[in-house]
């Protein structure tokens, strides 16, 4: 049985970092792609990051390249995304996510269409950024 359990959000001032964490099971990390996505009040959901594990390629939404960074752990079976210079416009609740048929590109996860396609979701944490 897939599970993907998130933590680490919290509050934190404009300029601040936090990093989430998103513990699996029912599956290896390092076997399947694995992405963050967020939705914020009154928003679509929308792809973050996510990293392949053939080649280990990481892509970003372009809002948050250069300050946010995915990897995984395979010892802990956990995914991980640093986030610094965290703005107010990063406040949202952050899900991580894989399917099967997830397939991390540049484009996919810019895609507005990719969180409907993905099967298993964490249940979510909240990241509030105040300025």
């Known amino acids: 049985q897939v599970q993907l359990v998130e933590s680490g959000g919290g509050l934190v001032q404009s300029g601040g970092s936090l990093r989430l964490s998103c513990v699996a099971s029912?599956?290896?990390?390092?076997?399947?792609?694995i992405g963050w996505f967020r939705q914020a009040p009154g928003r679509e959901r929308e792809g973050v990051s996510c990293?392949?594990?053939?080649?280990?390629?990481?892509h970003y939404i372009d809002s948050v390249k250069g300050r946010f960074s995915i990897f995984v752990d395979k010892t802990q079976n956990t995914m991980w995304l640093e986030m610094n210079s965290l703005k107010p416009e990063d406040t949202a609740v952050y899900y991580c996510?894989?399917?099967?048929?997830?397939?991390?590109?540049?484009?996919?996860?810019?895609?507005?269409?990719?969180?409907?396609?993905?099967?298993?979701w964490g249940q979510g944490t909240q990241v509030t950024v105040s300025s």
């Open positions: 996510a894989t399917d099967p048929n997830f397939y991390c590109t540049e484009g996919d996860i810019r895609s507005s269409w990719l969180p409907s396609l993905l099967h298993y």
């Open positions: 029912g599956f290896t990390v390092g076997n399947v792609v």
């Open positions: 990293i392949s594990p053939t080649d280990n390629q990481a």
